[in-house]
């Protein structure tokens, strides 16, 4: 496998969703008609029998999912991943979100060192986050799950926003600094 075929697959596997055709070939750093080319490759490569994932196209975007013969299993494992209560991973990821959101996908990644696609999708399904201009945040099941109205009824809300910004606001300027702007 070459190594803009690898990295395909690790974007497309990293990003979780689809994702468009311009945006792709920018991460890859080639042309639209060398992307399809890849994903011609890869296609042939994911219909090989011994493999679970597929592509999914259309005709501006692409996504990789697993292939239609194993939706029974991917059913089951949802149906156990949604049961009431909530795991450790989406407790995390739900904290992540109410001190600190709203983050974006890679955001949320970035601070727990892991791909998030299946939590974040899960916590929507359950109506607890919600996507906006790409951006995860809490909804208000949330807060009622919490037993709040407010997110700074939260413990040490404030004291937590604080910290954070502050952290931001002295990264931002550590990045401009660096960067020398």
């Known amino acids: 496998m070459n190594s803009n ?12 969703e689809p994702l468009k ?3 792709l ?4 750093g080639v042309e ?4 399809q080319n890849l994903l011609e490759e890869f296609r042939g490569e994911l219909k090989n029998e ?3 994932l597929a592509l999914i196209e259309t005709e501006e975007t692409v996504a ?3 292939k239609p013969e194993f939706g029974s299993l991917v059913a089951e494992i949802l149906k156990d991943e949604m049961r009431p209560e ?10 992540l979100l109410t001190y600190l959101g709203p983050l974006s996908k890679s955001e949320i990644e970035f601070i727990r060192g892991v791909n998030s696609t299946f939590v974040l999708r899960n916590l929507s399904l359950r109506g607890l986050v919600e996507k906006s201009s790409g951006n995860f945040s809490v ?4 807060l009622a799950f919490l037993g709040k109205s407010e997110l700074k009824d939260l413990p040490k809300y404030e004291e937590y926003r604080d910290l954070i910004n502050n952290w931001r606001a002295n990264f931002s300027k550590n990045i401009k600094n660096e960067s020398g702007s």
């Open 64 to 66: 990789l999912t697993t």
């Open 50 to 52: 011994n493999r679970g």
């Open 139 to 142: 909804t208000a099941e949330t």
């Open 25 to 28: 070939a920018g991460f890859l």
């Open 21 to 23: 055709f311009s945006k």
């Open 5 to 16: 075929l690898k990295k395909l697959e690790a974007i497309l596997f990293l990003y979780g």
């Open 86 to 95: 909530l795991s450790a991973t989406m407790l995390e990821v739900l904290a």
């Open 32 to 35: 639209i008609l060398e992307l």
